[in-house]
C-alpha cells in the first residue's frame, strides 16, 4: 500500500467511480481468511454489498488447484462459503473465480471439481480478458514511499500510469483477435481486475479508454449467458489461463507475440 492509505480507502475509491460512470453491478471475489486475519474486513465487504456490488467466491485462501488435491481444493471453496452468507444474505454470492485461473492441470481433476460445483449451484465466473493489471501495484507503492521522503518520483508514476493503459489496449485487442479466431466473431468479454491502490487510480481512466475502444459494459450474468461460455474445453492446462486461451489450446491457434513491461515494473522505485 502507499503510505496514509489503507484498503478501506482503496474500495471506497473503486465504488466511488464504478457509481460516477454508471456500471453495472460488478462482482468482487472473497478469500475469507483475509477476513479472518483481519475481521474489520467484513465491513468493508458489507459496504460492497450496500452499495449494490454483488460477490462471489474465490475459495478461504486463494488455493491453487494444481498445488492441491480435489478434495481438499474443494473443501476450501466450501468454507469461504460462510463469511459470503454473512456479508451477502440476500446475493447471489455462487459464483466462483479460480484462483490463478487455474482450473486444473488433469482432466480428472478438472472435472471433478466442476461436478462439485455444479452439483452445488455454483457457476464458473470465466475470464477472456485480462492483462494482469496487479503487477503495477507494488511499484507504484513503491514510488510512493519515496516520494513521501522527498524523491521526485512524477516521471516514474506517468511512466507507470501510461504502460498500465497501454498494456491494457494491447492484450485487449489480443483477445478480441483471438476470439474472432476461435469463435469466429467476438463475444462478450469478462475482465479481471484486482482491488489495488493503483487499479483505483487508474479505474477511471481505464473505463474512459474501453469506452474508446467500443466497448459498453453489462453484467458477469449477461456476459456469461453468451453460447461460448457454454462450451468447456475440457483440457487439463497447468499454470492455468483465461477460457480463450485454453480454447485456443484445444484448436491449436497461437496466442499472439505480446510485450510486458515485466523487467522495468520489477525495477521500478526500487
Excluded at 455462487?94 to 455454483?122: C, I, M, S
Excluded at 462478450?188 to 475502444?213: N, T, W
Aim: aromatic share 12%.
Amino acid at each position: 500500500m502507499p503510505p496514509g492509505e489503507t484498503r478501506r480507502q482503496v474500495v471506497d475509491s473503486i465504488l466511488a467511480t464504478l457509481k460516477q460512470e454508471t456500471m453495472p453491478p460488478v462482482y468482487g471475489f472473497v478469500n475469507g481468511k483475509k477476513v479472518a486475519d483481519y475481521p474489520l474486513q467484513a465491513h468493508v465487504l458489507e459496504d460492497w454489498v450496500k452499495a449494490g456490488e454483488p460477490l462471489g467466491n474465490h475459495t478461504w485462501k486463494h488455493t491453487n488447484l494444481e498445488k492441491e488435491s480435489e478434495k481438499d481444493f474443494i473443501a476450501d471453496i466450501a468454507k469461504g462459503e460462510p463469511i459470503l452468507k454473512r456479508v451477502d444474505r440476500k446475493g447471489d454470492w455462487h459464483w466462483f473465480r479460480y484462483p490463478f485461473l487455474n482450473e486444473g492441470e488433469t482432466t480428472e481433476k478438472r472435472e471433478q471439481v466442476r461436478d462439485w460445483l455444479t452439483a452445488h449451484g455454483y457457476r464458473i465466473a470465466e475470464v477472456t480478458l485480462d492483462f494482469e493489471d496487479y503487477m503495477w501495484n507494488d511499484p507504484y507503492a513503491r514510488c510512493m514511499v519515496k516520494q513521501k521522503a522527498g524523491v521526485d518520483e512524477h516521471d516514474n508514476i506517468a511512466w507507470l500510469e501510461q504502460s498500465y493503459l497501454d498494456t491494457a489496449a494491447e492484450f485487449t485487442q489480443m483477445f478480441r483477435e483471438l476470439s474472432a479466431k476461435i469463435y469466429g466473431r467476438e463475444i462478450p468479454y469478462v475482465l479481471l481486475l484486482h482491488c489495488g491502490a493503483f487499479d483505483a487510480k487508474m479505474l477511471p481512466q481505464l473505463i474512459v479508454q474501453f469506452r474508446s475502444e467500443g466497448f459498453t459494459f453489462i453484467t458477469l450474468p449477461q456476459a456469461e449467458s453468451n453460447p461460448a461460455y457454454s462450451i468447456d474445453p475440457k483440457i487439463g492446462y497447468p499454470n492455468g489461463g483465461t477460457l480463450e486461451e485454453l480454447m485456443a489450446k484445444v484448436k491449436g491457434i497461437n496466442f499472439p507475440d505480446n510485450t510486458k513491461p515485466y523487467k522495468k515494473i520489477d525495477e521500478m522505485c526500487r
